[in-house]
T-cell receptor, first 112, second 111 residues
Framework: KQEVTQIPAALSVPEGENLVLNCSFT??????LQWFRQDPGKGLTSLLL?????REQTSGRLNASLDKSSGRSTLYIAASQPGDSATYLC???????????FGAGTRLFVKA | NAGVTQTPKFQVLKTGQSMTLQCAQD?????MSWYRQDPGMGLRLIHY???????DQGEVPNGYNVSRSTTEDFPLRLLSAAPSQTSVYFC??????????FGPGTRLLVL
């Protein structure tokens, strides 16, 4: 059974710091790995999607990597800003991509 | 495009009542899913559909029914509401191998 774990559960950093959020999964037969952002009381916004054949994806200050052999994905945020404060969720897509298992999320607070 | 829309935004039910949560998407996505989000537990898959007329169970399907008569709509039915179904419900859609797009959610309180 695929399980997705995110560490740490919460993180507080000063503005401008570079940071890494971690995601681990138990089944290496993962179809894809997606990172989402969720603001309080809102829905999820897709940040980056990495297919199983890819190793990383970049969008602006965000870079996500995928290492299937070790069962890990990381989300790197460069030069963090207060507007980055949110909960970040990773989700592993199972074979076919239509069943997705979510981690519990990392709550990020960036202090001005 | 409106993307993924959900109605209602908030609902209060009494134990034993039934209701339908509506979800619609205008992106012609084949895949649609329903999740529930509870504090500290992330999102859990309730039911999903890979196309009109095709549905299947996720992790936590008990107490919920779905149908998919059109590509656009994927309603979630609570047959007999229980306090354990108090949660935030999210609908999502995607193309095969594509990113998932989420609706704004429905907050459900069962008394």
């Amino acid at each position: 059974k695929q399980e997705v774990t995110q560490i740490p559960a919460a993180l507080s950093v000063p503005e401008g710091e570079n940071l890494v959020l971690n995601c681990s999964f138990t089944d290496s037969a993962i179809y894809n790995l997606q990172w989402f952002r969720q603001d309080p009381g809102k829905g999820l916004t897709s940040l980056l999607l990495i297919q199983s054949s890819q190793r990383e994806q970049t969008s602006g200050r965000l870079n996500a990597s995928l290492d299937k052999s070790s069962g890990r994905s990381t989300l790197y945020i460069a030069a963090s800003q207060p507007g980055d404060s949110a909960t970040y969720l990773c989700a592993g897509g199972l074979t076919g991509g239509f069943k997705t298992i979510f981690g519990a999320g990392t709550r990020l607070f960036v202090k001005a | 495009n409106a993307g993924v829309t959900q109605t209602p935004k908030f609902q209060v039910l009494k134990t034993g009542q039934s209701m339908t949560l509506q979800c619609a998407q205008d992106m012609n996505h084949e895949y649609m899913s329903w999740y529930r989000q509870d504090p500290g537990m992330g999102l859990r898959l309730i039911h999903y559909s890979v196309g009109a007329g095709i549905t299947d169970q996720g992790e936590v399907p008990n107490g919920y029914n779905v149908s998919r008569s059109t590509t656009e709509d994927f309603p979630l039915r609570l047959l007999s509401a229980a306090p354990s179904q108090t949660s935030v419900y999210f609908c999502a859609s995607s193309r095969p191998e594509g990113s998932q797009y989420f609706g704004p959610g429905t907050r459900l309180l069962v008394l």
